[in-house]
């Protein structure tokens, strides 16, 4: 009888409730531990923080999803995670590509001066981006900072964790033109499901049955 794949999730904190909703609606056998979200104005910082974690979870688990992109770590993330046959990270650049997709390309081939805002990063502007950039004590950094800016572009990923005040009050803080987009997370499962799909596959696993409407 094939076993079903245990999966160990390590994400970034601004992503956790994306991962656990995927997870979830495709009835994986999963645990998830996160990485701070701060590091995502920190990249040096990340590959090191999911090495220690790796340490530990690496053989408790038949698969490890790592939820980032490459997110400004230069390789050091894909270095670290080719030590390992059964850790698998997100494929894409950054987050905002893997849940804007093909909304994402078009909005930075039209406007490449894009500051771009998550759910979490939304709701958290003031604390990781005005705060984080120390515009909270001089605001005047602003133009320094954004200078090459032209949009604020709001890649909203649930309905139920609309963020759209949020991500206004900060294209009016920067004083960048605003945009919304509804992404969904599509792209970002399609993505894990394959990821998931192929390793078990491969290895002799079976695949959880993910609930259709009307189960």
Request: glycine share 8%; with cysteine; hydrophobic share 45%.
């Amino acid at each position: 009888m094939e076993m079903r794949v245990k999966i160990g999730i390590i994400a970034c904190g601004a992503i956790v409730r994306e991962m656990i909703a995927v997870a979830q609606r495709q009835a994986w056998d999963f645990e998830l531990t996160a990485v701070p979200a701060q590091l995502h104005n920190l990249p040096q910082r990340i590959a090191p923080a999911v090495d220690t974690l790796l340490d530990t979870w690496a053989a408790r688990f038949d698969l490890i999803l790592v939820g980032y992109a490459d997110c400004g770590t230069g390789g050091a993330l894909d270095a670290l995670l080719a030590r390992y046959n059964h850790v698998i990270r997100i494929p894409g650049p950054h987050c905002y590509e893997f849940y804007g997709g093909d909304a994402f390309e078009r909005h930075n081939s039209a406007h490449l001066g894009t500051f771009y805002l998550t759910d979490f990063l939304a709701r958290h502007f003031d604390g990781l981006v005005w705060k984080g950039l120390g515009l909270d004590r001089h605001p005047e950094l602003r133009d320094a900072y954004f200078a090459n800016y032209t949009h604020v572009l709001y890649l909203q990923q649930s309905d139920d964790a609309d963020e759209t005040a949020h991500a206004q009050a900060a294209a009016q803080k920067l004083d960048l033109e605003y945009a919304h987009v509804d992404t969904g997370l599509d792209v970002l499962e399609a993505r894990l499901v394959a990821a998931v799909t192929t390793f078990a596959q491969r290895n002799g696993f079976a695949l959880p049955h993910a609930p259709q409407d009307g189960d």
